[in-house]
């Protein structure tokens, strides 16, 4: 089935299937516009379908599987009516300020959590590693730094 937007000349193909006799709301996934399609109920006899799939080409035709019992398509309509009603459904990014100052402040928090643990384990570890007591005397200079610019920042 081919659907046209009300708003834009988007078209659409969907599956007949998934538009409930009673009708369903539908999003434009152009234009963002939401509206109540339904069904007009055509009589169709066989001739009319070998027509209508003799004049369409193959790329257009919908791929169904004759396999799928109709209850299947109904169960799994009523599970997508539940949720939502429209078809496609779109995420907006939820990544906030807010959100990046949390990263950061987790971040630094595990820096300091991995310095305190090398600190304390800084005798063991310096037979491994023997610039770590350097490196460790740069990370707290570093931090010293960081506080006295927050610090006259502040006043």
């Given at each position: 089935?081919?659907?046209?937007?009300?708003?834009?000349?988007?078209?659409?193909?969907?599956n007949?299937?998934?538009?409930?006799?009673?009708?369903?709301?539908i999003q434009c996934?152009?234009c963002g516009h939401?509206?109540?399609?339904k069904?007009?109920?055509?009589?169709?006899?066989?001739?009319?379908?070998?027509?209508?799939?003799?004049?369409?080409?193959?790329?257009?035709?919908?791929?169904?599987?004759?396999n799928?019992?109709?209850?299947?398509?109904?169960?799994?309509d009523?599970?997508i009516?539940?949720?939502?009603k429209?078809?496609?459904?779109?995420k907006?990014?939820?990544?906030?300020?807010?959100?990046f100052?949390?990263?950061?402040?987790?971040?630094?928090?595990?820096?300091?959590?991995?310095?305190?643990?090398?600190?304390?384990?800084?005798?063991?570890?310096?037979?491994?590693?023997?610039e770590?007591?350097?490196?460790?005397f740069?990370?707290?200079?570093?931090?010293?730094?960081?506080?006295?610019?927050?610090?006259?920042?502040?006043?």
């Amino acid at each position: 089935m081919i659907i046209e937007c009300i708003k834009c000349p988007k078209k659409f193909e969907l599956n007949s299937d998934l538009i409930p006799s009673e009708g369903r709301t539908i999003q434009c996934g152009s234009c963002g516009h939401i509206w109540f399609f339904k069904k007009q109920k055509k009589d169709f006899n066989k001739e009319t379908v070998k027509e209508y799939i003799s004049e369409t080409p193959k790329s257009e035709t919908p791929k169904k599987d004759p396999n799928i019992k109709i209850d299947k398509i109904e169960k799994i309509d009523k599970i997508i009516n539940k949720k939502n009603k429209s078809l496609v459904e779109y995420k907006k990014s939820t990544f906030t300020f807010l959100k990046f100052l949390r990263y950061i402040i987790v971040f630094v928090l595990s820096i300091t959590g991995l310095l305190l643990v090398l600190d304390t384990f800084k005798i063991p570890l310096s037979n491994f590693f023997p610039e770590l007591e350097l490196i460790l005397f740069n990370f707290y200079e570093i931090f010293k730094d960081i506080f006295l610019f927050f610090k006259d920042l502040i006043k």
